[in-house]
């Protein structure tokens, strides 16, 4: 964490390779691209100023979870890492409304993905996908590889794309998979066109690396990006 108070002694640190759970997944679902009427770094001072959950928080919470998230990591232990990453994510976003003025960074889409995910994880009896949220409304999924693809038919049912079904699902590619009448009964959502955007699959990667070959700097000598070809 560091003691400066200009913050520049706190360091992340990896705490396991990115091949040690390499059944991990995120799905980024995209619900807008339009400016937050809050920046981050604005209502983070804003919250430090303001919220007495703020301090309450960083002092008796995030310590004991830091290190339960780094045990559940190391353990690939999904249901302890997917409950934490929702409950801390919840968390964080009381500390925002906590705020004055509050803020809210969710929208009514962000709430409905929240519902898909507790009533998906009801379902299967076990929590099998895991929501979290930035400062703004876009969710971004944990879940296993074998979970994606019923998990992503279940979004294309609850928010069906308007236009661009072709291109709706980005990133690594992802096989149609069934979903049984059972879970769209479940999952008790009138469909919602349009209010996801698209998504994007990916999966756990490299932190940040030193790029000595020049060709390979998206910058250039001027420190800005290099123009396209």
């Given amino acids: 964490m560091g003691e400066q108070a200009d913050g520049k002694d706190s360091v992340a640190r990896q705490v396991a390779p990115e091949l040690h759970w390499p059944e991990l997944r995120v799905l980024i679902l995209v619900v807008s691209a339009e400016k937050k009427l809050t920046g981050s770094t604005v209502g983070m001072q804003t919250s430090v100023e303001t919220s007495p959950l703020l301090r309450f928080r960083a002092e008796a919470v995030v310590p004991a979870r830091m290190a339960e ?25 009381a500390t925002c409304l906590d705020t004055f003025p509050p803020i809210s960074y969710l929208n009514d889409t962000s709430r409905r993905i929240i519902h898909l995910v507790h009533r998906f994880n009801a379902h299967h009896g076990q929590t099998k996908v895991a929501y979290t949220f930035d400062a703004g409304p876009n969710a971004v999924i944990f879940t296993l590889d074998d979970t994606v693809a019923e998990f992503v038919a279940a979004v294309r049912h609850s928010f069906p794309p308007e236009s661009n079904g072709d291109k709706f699902l980005k990133g690594l590619p992802v096989k149609p998979g069934p979903l049984s009448d059972e879970l769209k009964a479940a999952l008790g959502m009138d469909p919602t066109p349009g209010g996801i955007k698209y998504i994007i699959a990916t999966q756990v990667g490299p932190g940040p690396q ?9 910058l250039g000598p001027d420190s800005l990006p290099k123009p396209t070809v």
């Fill in 69 to 93: 998230m780094i045990r559940y990591v190391k353990e690939r232990n999904f249901q302890g890492f997917g409950e934490l990453t929702m409950k801390d994510s919840n968390q964080f976003h």
């Fill in 210 to 218: 030193i790029l000595d070959h020049p060709h390979a700097h998206l």
